[in-house]
C-alpha cells in the first residue's frame, strides 16, 4: 500500500466508520487503561454510558486490582495482560470482584494481547499505551480498519512510515492535549492556509533553569511536574522537554507540516494547549483547563463533542496567561529531535528507545539528568544516517534493540566514571575507587 496522501490527521476528512449508526453506544476498546489516559478514559465512558460501551480492556500486568475493577464496573467480554505471568493474577482478582453467577471476561495475555484487542470487533480504538510497544496495536487497529483515538505518540514516532502506509483518510483521531488542540484549531481554515504550527510546553519543572543549574537534579525533583499528573516515563521526558521534541516529529507526520514551521512555545500556565497560526495573520488557539478528560472525549466520540468533558473556565476570575521562548541551550532536546526527524527511517526509533533506556537509568540513580539527553544524542549519533527511504517492522525492531543496548551501556559507563565525595571530601571516580 502506497502512502496515503492526505495528512494523517485531517479535521475536514470523515472515516468511513464514522458514518452515522442506528442508535445504541459506540464500541470502544482501551488499550493501556490502568494507566493516566486509561483511568480517565473510563471516567469519560462511565459519565456517558449512552454514547460509548467497552468491549475490551488492557494493560501490562502491575495493577491487576484495578483492571479487574474496570473491567466489572464497564462489563467488557474481554480483558488483556501483556505479561503472561500476571494471568493467574488477573483472574483472581476477577474472581473476587466479580459475584456469583456472573459470566468472567476472556482473559488473554503475553505481549501480543494487546495487539489482538485492537484488531477486534469495535468502533474506535484508544490506544493509550506507553512506549513504542504500542507500535504494533496501532497497525493492528487501522489494518482493521478501526477508528485510532491515538494516545501513543511513540507508535508515529518510530514507525511513521508504517502508519502513514496503512492509514485512510480521517481514521486517526489524536488524543495528545497538544495534537488534539492543533486539530481543532486546524477546523478553522485549509492546510494551504497554515503557515505554522504552535505547540504549547509548560516548560517542566524546571523552566528558567540554566543547563548548569540542572547538573544535580534529583529523580524526585524531575518527577514534580507543576501541572499534570502523569506516569514517571512521560513525566521525566516532560522535565528533559524530550517530549515536546517527540511532539514536534509527530506534529510533523501528522499534520504534513515540515519542521521549520513548527515551533515549541513555552507557556507555563498551560491553559493555551497549542495553536495555528493562518497565512492571514490569525491563529486560533485550543485552550481550556488542563484536564485530559477533553481530547479523550473528543477522540472517542469524533465527529462529535461530548458534553461536559471537561472543566472549563470561570471567564469572570482574573487570569495571568504567560509565553516564553524555548531555551535550547538547557534543554537540547528539541533541535535534537527536529534533527532525527528530519533524518528519518530509523533514527526516530533509536531517539525514542535510547531515551526511554536513559530515562531509567536517571530514575534508578545511574546517570546525571543531563546525561539522559547527551546520552540519547549519543546514541543517535553513533547511528548515523539511516540508509534507503523505506522502512519495515524489522527493521524498526531491531534499531531499536541495538539502540537500547547501546543506551545501557554509555549510561553505566557515564555512572562509572561520575565524580563523587567521599567522606574525607577528596573527589573521585567509581573506576578510580575500583
Known amino acids: 500500500m502506497t502512502e496515503s496522501p492526505a495528512p494523517l490527521a485531517d479535521p475536514h476528512l470523515r472515516h468511513p466508520a464514522d458514518a452515522p449508526a442506528e442508535g445504541g453506544p459506540r464500541d470502544i476498546v482501551i488499550l493501556g487503561s490502568t494507566g493516566s489516559i486509561g483511568t480517565q478514559a473510563v471516567d469519560v465512558v462511565l459519565s456517558n454510558p449512552d454514547r460509548f460501551r467497552v468491549t475490551a480492556l488492557s494493560a501490562a500486568g502491575g495493577r491487576v486490582g484495578l483492571l479487574a475493577e474496570q473491567a466489572h464496573?464497564?462489563?467488557?467480554?474481554?480483558?488483556?495482560?501483556?505479561?503472561?505471568n500476571r494471568a493467574g493474577e488477573l483472574r483472581e482478582a476477577l474472581r473476587a470482584r466479580y459475584g456469583?453467577?456472573?459470566?468472567?471476561?476472556?482473559?488473554?495475555?503475553?505481549?501480543?494481547a494487546a495487539t489482538e484487542l485492537a484488531a477486534s470487533g469495535c468502533h474506535t480504538v484508544l490506544n493509550g499505551i506507553t512506549g513504542s510497544i504500542g507500535l504494533r496495536p496501532t497497525l493492528a487497529a487501522l489494518e482493521a480498519g478501526r477508528t485510532l483515538a491515538l494516545a501513543n505518540k511513540e507508535s508515529l514516532i518510530v514507525g511513521g512510515p508504517l502508519v502513514k502506509a496503512l492509514a485512510r483518510p480521517g481514521q486517526i483521531v489524536p488524543v495528545d492535549s497538544e495534537h488534539s488542540a492543533l486539530f481543532q484549531a486546524l477546523m478553522g481554515g485549509t492546510r494551504a492556509e497554515v503557515r505554522k504550527l504552535l505547540v504549547t510546553a509548560s516548560g517542566g519543572p524546571f523552566r528558567g533553569r540554566t543547563r548548569q543549574e540542572l547538573e544535580d537534579v534529583t529523580p524526585g525533583?524531575?518527577?514534580?511536574?507543576?501541572?499534570?499528573?502523569?506516569?514517571?516515563?512521560?513525566?521525566?521526558?516532560?522535565?528533559?522537554?524530550?517530549?515536546?521534541?517527540?511532539?514536534?516529529?509527530?506534529?510533523?507526520?501528522?499534520?504534513?507540516?515540515?519542521?521549520?514551521?513548527?515551533?515549541?512555545?513555552?507557556?507555563?500556565?498551560?491553559?493555551?494547549?497549542?495553536?495555528?497560526?493562518?497565512?492571514?495573520?490569525?491563529?486560533?488557539?485550543?485552550?481550556?483547563?488542563?484536564d485530559m478528560r477533553l481530547p479523550i472525549a473528543l477522540g472517542l466520540g469524533w465527529p462529535h463533542r461530548v458534553p461536559d468533558a471537561g472543566p472549563v473556565f470561570d471567564w469572570s476570575t482574573a487570569m495571568s496567561w504567560e509565553f516564553f521562548p524555548l531555551d535550547e541551550k538547557a534543554f537540547p532536546s528539541v533541535a535534537l529531535a527536529r534533527h532525527v526527524g528530519a533524518l528519518g527511517g530509523t533514527a526516530p526509533a533509536v531517539f525514542n528507545a535510547?531515551?526511554?533506556?536513559?530515562?531509567?537509568?536517571?530514575?534508578?540513580?545511574?546517570?546525571?539528568?543531563?546525561?539522559?539527553?547527551?546520552?540519547?544524542?549519543?546514541?543517535?549519533?553513533?547511528?548515523?544516517?539511516?540508509?534507503?527511504?523505506?522502512?519495515?517492522?524489522?527493521?524498526?525492531?531491531?534499531?531499536?534493540?541495538?539502540?537500547?543496548?547501546?543506551?545501557?551501556?554509555?549510561?553505566?559507563?557515564?555512572?562509572?566514571?561520575?565524580?563523587?565525595?567521599?567522606?574525607?571530601?577528596?573527589?573521585?571516580?567509581?573506576?578510580?575507587?575500583?
Open 73 to 84: 464496573r464497564l462489563g467488557v467480554r474481554t480483558v488483556a495482560v501483556s505479561d503472561g
Open 100 to 112: 456469583a453467577g456472573e459470566p468472567l471476561p476472556e482473559v488473554l495475555a503475553g505481549p501480543d
Open 221 to 290: 525533583d524531575a518527577l514534580a511536574h507543576p501541572t499534570w499528573a502523569m506516569g514517571p516515563v512521560i513525566t521525566i521526558n516532560s522535565a528533559t522537554l524530550v517530549n515536546k521534541g517527540l511532539e514536534v516529529i509527530e506534529a510533523h507526520l501528522l499534520y504534513d507540516i515540515p519542521f521549520d514551521r513548527i515551533e515549541v512555545v513555552v507557556h507555563p500556565q498551560s491553559y493555551i494547549h497549542s495553536m495555528v497560526e493562518f497565512t492571514d495573520g490569525s491563529t486560533l488557539a485550543q485552550c481550556g483547563p488542563p
Open 354 to 434: 535510547a531515551n526511554e533506556e536513559c530515562v531509567e537509568a536517571f530514575l534508578s540513580g545511574g546517570l546525571p539528568f543531563n546525561g539522559i539527553v547527551d546520552t540519547v544524542a549519543a546514541v543517535v549519533e553513533e547511528h548515523g544516517v539511516p540508509r534507503g527511504t523505506g522502512l519495515t517492522l524489522e527493521e524498526v525492531l531491531d534499531a531499536e534493540t541495538w539502540a537500547r543496548a547501546r543506551a545501557r551501556e554509555l549510561a553505566a559507563r557515564a555512572a562509572r566514571t561520575a565524580p563523587t565525595t567521599d567522606p574525607t571530601g577528596t573527589t573521585e571516580t567509581a573506576e578510580a575507587r575500583a
